[in-house]
């Protein structure tokens, strides 16, 4: 391997760890932490630029359907913020997904990509043990 290749291995695998700092919490560590745990489904999305103040990077709005709320007392419809940054979770228009949120120092719901967010259809373990977590609470 070259001194050229190596170093962009470097970099890449570098830039990829450096966005989950505290790890990658198991399902139940995080729903304990999380304010809201719900599977949703994406029906709008809008790009927001950064301000001028830098006070955040730009970023998307995703306006999600509660399909099964399972943490927090989410409504109907509600809107998550996704900085783009390293720790970014983009989702996708009419895909569904299972998100564990947190509000912002600026208030805004964000979901940590280094969690058990994910795709619903590829979040079958998570899920189960929110379920079970969910069922306990109540």
């Known amino acids: ?3 050229k290749s190596l170093i962009l291995v470097l970099a890449i695998t570098s830039a990829g760890s ?14 304990s932490q ?5 599977t949703v489904q994406v029906i709008g999305s809008r790009h927001v630029p950064a301000p001028k103040n830098g006070e955040f990077n730009d970023g998307t709005y995703y ?3 509660l399909i099964e709320g399972l943490k927090g007392n989410p ?3 509600f809107t998550v913020f996704d900085e783009n940054d390293s720790g970014r979770f983009d989702m996708d228009m009419h895909r569904k997904y299972l998100i564990f949120a947190n ?12 969690g058990n967010s994910g795709l619903l259809n590829e979040s079958a373990q998570a899920l189960k043990v929110a379920r079970s977590l969910s069922q306990k609470a109540n």
Do not use: Q, Y
């Not at 450096?18 to 729903?31: I, R, T, V």
């Open 34 to 38: 999380s304010e809201l745990v719900a």
């Open 75 to 77: 409504p109907a419809t």
């Open 103 to 114: 509000k912002s120092s600026e208030k805004r719901l964000r979901i940590d990509s280094c």
């Open 1 to 3: 391997m070259g001194t």
């Open 63 to 65: 306006k999600l359907r």
């Open 18 to 31: 450096a966005a989950c700092l505290n790890g990658h919490p198991s399902a139940k560590k995080e729903f």
